[in-house]
């Protein structure tokens, strides 16, 4: 075959995919291809224009490296990220919502018990806030020893990872024998995503904002249960309703409060200190729904 035209060439370079044997991979592939040169031709792209698009697409790739990953970055503010978490976590009534995993989780962060100190060795102070809550199954029994992966901005809106090879508010919680956790670190701040790359030039074009709201993230996890990737928003943040990842679900937004006196003490806090609980309800696992989702984090995930 040759000679092929606007209208002949999509289904030629569909025919081209037969030889493909994962049948998902071939829907997806036929699919992809559909869906570009259908785009193509609706905006009618010249070369200058799909020059600068690979232009874009090379930029991209060459700001990631092992702690930037600016496929996440691009994913997320196009809404992928969370279009993809919307079709495959169509969250079942009483568990707790997914949102995006971003780009700065790590694996291998420091493991704490109840009441760990997730500010040791943190470089810059913020509010202190003593964090706790329940893991239990999304009809209320408790998890015992359900894990918390936890990890948040420093006070500067920047995360560890971006400027040093040292973890700084991140811990891996576990929950104690009644499902309780709890730890220490300091209330989140609203911050800028990173806007010096292609991504931030693309944002900027667009005009709008490039705010997150506060949030600390959250993986939470517990054998024989769906794992699930979450925030937990500030209440009356300004950014809420206009987060440049599109993440924010209003069950994930949480409200500090000021710790009592005697807590304050009991929990070995200061005396100004903010409190924040949030119970975590986690849906029974699916076969392979949790395989599934682990293997995205970890490919995702800068280690
Ligand atoms: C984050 O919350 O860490 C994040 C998520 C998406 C893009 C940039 C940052
Ligand atoms: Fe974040």
Redesign the pocket.
């Known amino acids: 075959m040759r000679q092929f035209t606007e209208d002949t060439l999509t289904d030629a370079v569909v025919a081209r995919l037969k030889g493909i044997k994962n049948p998902r991979f071939k829907q997806i592939m036929t699919s992809l291809i559909r869906h570009l040169h259908a785009f193509a031709k609706d905006v009618q792209l010249t070369e200058e224009e799909w020059f600068e698009g690979i232009k874009f697409l090379t930029a991209v790739g060459q700001k990631c490296d092992a702690k930037r990953q600016e496929f ?2 691009l994913s ?2 196009l809404g992928l ?1 969370m279009m993809t978490v919307a079709i495959n976590h169509k969250t079942e009534p009483g568990a707790t919502e997914a949102t ?1 995993l ?3 989780f790590a694996h291998g962060a420091k493991e704490f018990g109840y009441g760990g100190d997730l500010r040791e060795g943190a470089t810059m102070k913020g509010e202190d806030v003593w964090v706790h809550g329940r893991v239990t199954s999304k009809d209320g029994k408790p998890i015992p020893g359900a894990m918390l992966d936890i990890w948040q ?1 420093r006070a500067d809106g920047i ?1 560890d990872l971006q400027t040093s090879d040292e973890f700084e508010l991140r811990g891996r919680v576990k929950a104690n024998d009644k499902g309780e956790y709890a730890f220490k670190s300091y209330k989140p701040k609203f911050y800028s ?2 806007m010096d790359g292609p991504v931030g030039d693309l944002v900027r074009a667009t005009g709008n904002h490039h705010m ?1 709201p506060a ?1 600390m ?1 959250a993986i939470v996890s517990a054998p024989g249960y769906q794992q699930v990737i979450t ?1 937990v928003f500030v209440e009356g943040d300004p950014y809420l309703d206009g987060d ?2 599109y ?1 924010v679900k209003n069950s994930l937004v949480g409200k500090y409060r000021k710790l009592g006196a005697a807590e304050a003490k009991k929990n070995g806090m200061p005396e100004k200190s903010l409190e924040l609980e949030f119970n975590f309800k986690l849906s029974p696992d699916r076969v392979g729904a949790k395989k599934a989702r682990k293997k995205i984090a970890a490919s995702d995930a800068v280690a």
């Open positions: 996440i970055l997320d503010v990220s995006v971003g780009p700065f901005a995360y995503i990173p997150r949030h993230h925030h440049a990842v993440a």
